[in-house]
Antibody, heavy 120, light 107 residues
Framework: EVQLVESGGGLVQPGRSLKLSCLASGFTFSNYGMNWIRQAPGKGLEWVASISSSSSYIYYADTVKGRFTISRDNAKNTLYLQMTSLRSEDTALYYC?????????????WGQGASVTVSS | DVVLTQSPATLSVTPGERISLSCRASESVDTYLHWYQQKPNESPRLLIKYASQSISGIPSRFSGSGSGTDFTLSINGVELEDLSIYYCQQGNSLPFTFGSGTKLEIK
């Protein structure tokens, strides 16, 4: 069974940093690109970042470019999102999502989400 | 960025009804258009990929159609368990973008 389990969320002050992790199991993690997608409270879905299977290709939404860093450790089956200079508008539930095999844009598996609240 | 406009924002339906949800793109996304269902307090679930391709494990009452800029998600015989928000998402170009969702309410 495919599982994605996010961790590392919490309450953080504006301007501070936080690092999310997503532990993958039930599939060969190193064969898949991965994504972070977030959802602000009561709002819709927003794509945040993507990373290819070997970390060769990395893309960010303009709203987080220069502040967030996506990375992965295939030996540990883990995806990361390092978030710096956090703002109130970064408050959201952060999902890691796996694309359908052979694609990079169809999210066929999602974690349960890690909650990030940016507030003083 | 490609803007996806979903309509209606909210739809009240009677169980057993056939309904259609719309997703319109600001520019052509070919068939790189996917549909997700999000039930309250749950993660999104993939319903339809590439506009019309079915997904294993998804009930056959869900179907999709369209290409270019106009897409439709149809539910043939709505059930109570379909109470959810439905999102479309385009994968034709980065950044991937989502529509604002259609909330399905049961009368």
């Amino acid at each position: 069974e495919v599982q994605l389990v996010e961790s590392g969320g919490g309450l953080v002050q504006p301007g501070r940093s936080l690092k999310l992790s997503c532990l993958a199991s039930g599939f060969t993690f190193s064969n898949y690109g991965m994504n972070w997608i977030r959802q602000a409270p009561g709002k819709g879905l927003e794509w945040v970042a993507s990373i290819s299977s070997s970390s060769s290709y990395i893309y960010y939404a303009d709203t987080v470019k220069g502040r967030f860093t996506i990375s992965r450790d295939n030996a540990k089956n883990t995806l990361y999102l390092q978030m710096t200079s956090l703002r109130s508008e970064d408050t959201a539930l952060y999902y890691c999502a796996r694309p359908n095999y052979g694609s990079y844009d169809v999210m066929d598996a999602w974690g349960q989400g890690a909650s990030v609240t940016v507030s003083s | 960025d490609v803007v996806l406009t979903q309509s209606p924002a909210t739809l009240s339906v009677t169980p057993g009804e056939r309904i259609s949800l719309s997703c319109r793109a600001s520019e052509s996304v070919d068939t790189y258009l996917h549909w997700y269902q999000q039930k309250p307090n749950e993660s999104p679930r993939l319903l339809i990929k590439y506009a019309s391709q079915s997904i294993s494990g998804i009930p056959s009452r869900f179907s999709g159609s369209g290409s270019g800029t106009d897409f439709t998600l149809s539910i043939n015989g709505v059930e109570l368990e379909d109470l959810s928000i439905y999102y479309c998402q385009q994968g034709n170009s980065l950044p991937f973008t989502f529509g604002s969702g259609t909330k399905l309410e049961i009368k």
